[in-house]
């Protein structure tokens, strides 16, 4: 078992930036595959980006591309999300997400998932 808790959200004026952190605990997060999706108000849940097991292959969401950068710190357990450039369309709960086996961006494959937390850009 994996258990997840990000945090670092917050609200932020349009332009800025923040730093999502997802420490986990339980296992090594260095066989996973993480990735952060998010949820907007009143939507579905979508990908924003995926870092394979060693942070050497990431992708991204065309939405965010350029102003979003996944890492990760295979040795402190935990995962980040840099978002720049932020948006008022950015504005969801952002949810960190560990599955084995290859990158994916369906939220369905994904065994294990934190609580989320949520941030808002104003205009």
């Known amino acids: 078992q994996v258990q997840l808790v990000e945090s670092g959200g917050g609200l932020v004026q349009a332009g800025g930036s923040l730093t999502l952190s997802c420490a986990a605990s339980?296992?090594?997060?260095?066989?996973?595959?993480m990735t952060w999706f998010r949820q907007p108000p009143g939507k579905e849940r979508e990908f924003v980006a995926a870092s394979n097991w060693s942070g050497g292959r990431t992708s991204y969401a065309d939405s965010v591309k350029g102003r979003f950068t996944i890492s990760r710190d295979n040795a402190k357990n935990t995962v980040y999300l840099q978002m720049n450039s932020l948006k008022p369309e950015d504005t969801a709960v952002y949810y960190c997400?560990?599955?084995?086996?290859?990158?994916?961006?369906?939220?369905?494959?994904?065994?294990?998932w934190g609580q989320g937390t949520q941030v808002t850009v104003s205009s």
């Open positions: 339980g296992r090594t997060i260095s066989y996973y595959v």
């Open positions: 997400a560990a599955r084995a086996g290859a990158v994916s961006v369906s939220s369905t494959t994904y065994s294990y």
